[in-house]
């Protein structure tokens, strides 16, 4: 049996509460919520789409997106390890330095180079905190300190201490002492070993044992030892460039009654130091 639709005269059934055709309420029937997604219901929600389908539909965006996020992040983090690997490691020690005992491991704060010393020696670094007045004051007490960088830098005229390790706890000595001392010159920057070594030739200090070493691979260095007589001092020196930034010397010095002792841990403090990959 059927009925007629009031509103559009169309047939329904006697069992229908709504007419499929125009959606009109029939007289005399209760409303009952249709299974979802049926006609009815689709018919009464704006546009007549399902939210489900809405639902799925935004669903499946976040789900590509977060999918889309973890692969970048993979291929990202891959992309750091294989960097990592092609880049110099940050510290190089020499196997047959003989190294021994509590060691420590220091990098500038700039982030220009690394360098190991003994434990009980104290590190100060220009650029850290309120570093600067300390080594000022070390300096005044300890001139050798910047004299020792003298051989290369009297003629680059710009070579600037950036850091210093002393072979004490206690600062406040005024008699002789280990130290270590880094000097960077934006002039050397381009100077090759060699051409260093032949720099010292012109000097009035004498400089003994010029050699090239190059333990560490694209960082040759001009190594030689001084002896001032006058000061009553000896050092070991390095000189590397890194290239269009700056070149670095570094010395490693004890008083002459010392350095006989300290000179393979000197060595060793020279050895250590390497240029970091910018």
């Not at 996020?69 to 750091?80: D, N």
């Not at 890194?242 to 403090?269: H, K, M, S, W």
């Amino acid at each position: 049996m059927s009925d007629i639709c009031p509103n559009c005269q169309k047939p329904v059934l006697t069992t229908d509460v709504v007419c499929w055709h125009c959606g009109y309420q029939l007289p005399g029937k209760r409303p009952t919520r249709p299974p979802d997604g049926s006609p009815a219901e689709v018919a009464a929600r704006p546009g007549g789409q399902a939210h489900e389908g809405d639902d799925s539909a935004s669903y499946d965006f976040r789900a590509i997106a977060v999918y889309g996020l973890l692969t970048l992040v993979v291929i990202l983090g891959l992309w750091l390890v294989l960097h990592s690997l092609g880049r110099r490691p940050i510290l190089v020690r020499n196997a047959v330095t003989g190294i021994s005992g509590d060691w420590v491991s220091v990098t500038d704060v700039d982030l220009h180079f690394t360098l190991s010393f003994p434990a009980d020696w104290q590190w100060l670094d220009v650029n850290w905190r309120d570093q600067t007045d300390v080594l000022a004051q070390l300096v005044e007490r300890q001139p050798y300190i910047r004299r020792a960088l003298r051989p290369l830098g009297d003629p680059a005229g710009d070579v600037a201490i950036v850091a210093v390790a002393v072979g004490s706890q206690t600062l406040e000595k005024d008699e002789p002492l280990s130290f270590v001392t880094i000097g960077q010159s934006v002039r050397l920057r381009d100077l090759t070993p060699q051409a260093a070594l032949g720099l010292l030739a012109e000097q009035t200090q004498p400089a003994t044992r010029g050699e090239i070493d190059t333990h560490l691979p694209g960082q040759p260095q001009a190594r030689f030892i001084t002896f001032d007589n006058t000061a009553a001092y000896k050092c070991r020196h390095l000189f590397v460039a890194d290239e269009g930034a700056a070149g670095y010397l570094v010395a490693a010095c004890a008083p002459t009654t010392e350095f006989a002792v300290r000179e393979q841990e000197l060595n060793d403090i020279l050895d250590s130091f390497q240029l970091l990959e910018r």
